[in-house]
């Protein structure tokens, strides 16, 4: 789901960034802290978590977050842990060099935000939980760059399992990618499945391995395919090095 105006509603596409309507009141833009951002029209829990490097249950859990239907555009989420962020406050003011009320000290600046370090992968290892999500040939590999993922040929309509057990952390349409379907495995890891056409599962369903959730979209440049990726932490990582060899 996408957030549209106050609430979540139909999908849009990746690149809608577009602000936030004035209120009649006119209220005051919401800032952003230490640590925080400022959910934009256009925004999902998906795009918020992968943009700082986290994962849809962190920044749920971080913001009290149990129906991602009340995300609204304006509202200010913690996007790094509890204690993790700079808290803003104000330094000391240093001494006067005069000899009391008299002499001028400089006006208190809040301390910098800490930059946020790239998500360190661990050594990847087969995972004997995971399968494949459907069983044609690798036609383009993982290369971290141009190819985030792996594109795997099929047939349109021929069935997209999970890999995984895990909870669906999002459905939706993006340009480029038609519709999308994005499982949250726990453990900071989340499968993506792209290029699909029917999408059998809803946002926040639990699947298991082997379970169909969607089906291979129609053919683009002249062969269907699904488009699949693996993420630790938003970073993507080569799926050949998770799942079982083949």
């Given at each position: ?7 979540w ?46 994962t ?30 700079a ?5 000391p003011?240093?001494r006067?060099?005069g ?30 939980d ?5 069983q044609?040939a ?21 069935p997209?399992h ?12 993006m ?27 809803k ?7 082997g ?36």
């Amino acid at each position: 789901m996408v957030v549209t105006g106050r609430r979540w509603g139909a999908c849009a596409a990746l690149t809608a960034a577009l602000l936030v309507g004035a209120c009649s009141t006119t209220p005051s833009t919401p800032v952003a802290g230490p640590g925080e951002y400022v959910v934009q029209t256009g925004d999902t829990l998906y795009r918020i978590a992968q943009r700082h490097g986290r994962t849809t249950a962190e920044i749920a859990r971080w913001n009290q977050i149990k129906d991602p239907d009340q995300l609204e555009a304006g509202q200010v989420l913690r996007v790094v842990p509890p204690g993790g962020a700079a808290t803003g406050a104000a330094t000391p003011l240093p001494r006067s060099s005069g000899s009391g009320s008299g002499g001028s000290a400089e006006k208190a600046k809040p301390a910098p935000a800490p930059r946020e370090r790239d998500p360190v992968v661990p050594p990847a290892s087969r995972r004997s939980d995971w399968g494949w999500p459907t069983q044609g040939a690798v036609i383009a590999g993982f290369n971290g760059n141009s190819n985030k993922g792996l594109d795997i040929g099929g047939s349109s309509g021929e069935p997209v399992h999970a890999i995984g057990a895990g909870s669906v952390a999002a459905t939706e349409t993006m340009r480029g990618y038609g519709s999308v379907i994005m499982v949250d495995h726990g453990g900071s890891y989340m499968s993506i499945y792209t290029n699909v056409g029917t999408v059998g599962v809803k946002q926040g369903q639990r699947v298991q391995r082997g379970q169909k959730i969607a089906e291979i979209g129609p053919a683009e440049g002249g062969r269907a395919k699904l488009h699949f990726e693996i993420r630790y932490r938003g970073k993507a990582v080569d799926p050949r090095l998770y799942l079982p060899a083949k």
